[in-house]
T-cell receptor, first 114, second 112 residues
Framework: GPKVLQIPSHQIIDMGQMVTLNCDPV?????FYWYKQILGQQMEFLVN????????KSKLFKDQFSVERPDGSYFTLKIQPTALEDSAVYFC????????????FGEGSKLTVL | GDSVTQMQGQVTLSEDDFLFINCTYS??????LFWYVQYPGEGPQLLLK?????NKGISRGFEATYDKGTTSFHLQKASVQESDSAVYYC???????????FGQGTKLSIKP
């Protein structure tokens, strides 16, 4: 089936550093999402993105977070600077216009902030 | 705002047992409800969806319906197998905003 690829699968960084998580969404999809999952807890919505703009963001999407998809390349989540509480698995998802509303998720990028 | 609540954090069954997982939802929009399943080390994947109250969604032996009156949504399977071990999420879809709201998840463990 359709695949969403995420790079890296795991990153360890020191608090205060910048990190960029990359997502290669399903090729004809138009809507992109980031979700955050702290170990053993539920999936929490961060942000969705369409036509070059943030459509909606949650309270978890702090000022240190940003997203972009320059020229149809990777859809990225950047955190600058990182904090200890940013340690989590970040899942990228994408969907097409209309349809079933189904989101296709990647396998996640595990971020560890020391 | 929209929300989903799953009270069963963990369910342990034996093979061939009957599975029933329930959740409740709250929304001001006309809901579309999903069950997503997450296996270890993977992202969530769609199991099934239900767009109309009292209609049944069916996939891979799992069935789901939601009741608008009680705002409840359940997932069931007649006979579980060890391969069904995973975390099951009740998910509320908001077409207008295009986002999914996840419940807390129910971890299903199957004893061989």
């Amino acid at each position: 089936g359709p695949k969403v690829l995420q790079i890296p699968s795991h990153q360890i960084i020191d608090m205060g550093q910048m990190v960029t998580l990359n997502c290669d969404p399903v090729s004809n999809h138009l809507y992109f999402y980031w979700y955050k999952q702290i170990l053993g807890q539920q999936m929490e919505f961060l942000v969705n993105f369409y036509n070059g703009k943030v459509m909606e963001k949650s309270k978890l999407f702090k000022d240190q977070f940003s997203v972009e998809r320059p020229d149809g390349s990777y859809f990225t989540l950047k955190i600058q600077p990182t904090a200890l509480e940013d340690s989590a698995v970040y899942f990228c998802a994408s969907r097409n216009r209309g349809g079933t509303g189904q989101l296709y998720f990647g396998e996640g990028s595990k971020l560890t902030v020391l | 705002g929209d929300s989903v609540t799953q009270m069963q954090g963990q369910v342990t069954l034996s093979e061939d047992d009957f599975l029933f997982i329930n959740c409740t939802y709250s929304t001001t929009w006309y809901p579309t409800l999903f069950w997503y399943v997450q296996y270890p080390g993977e992202g969530p994947q769609l199991l099934l969806k239900v767009t109309t109250a009292n209609n049944k969604g069916i996939s891979r032996g799992f069935e789901a319906t939601y009741d608008k009156g009680t705002t409840s949504f359940h997932l069931q399977k007649a006979s579980v197998q060890e391969s069904d071990s995973a975390v099951y999420y009740c998910v509320l879809g908001n077409y207008n905003q295009g986002k999914l709201i996840f419940g807390q998840g129910t971890k299903l463990s199957i004893k061989p």
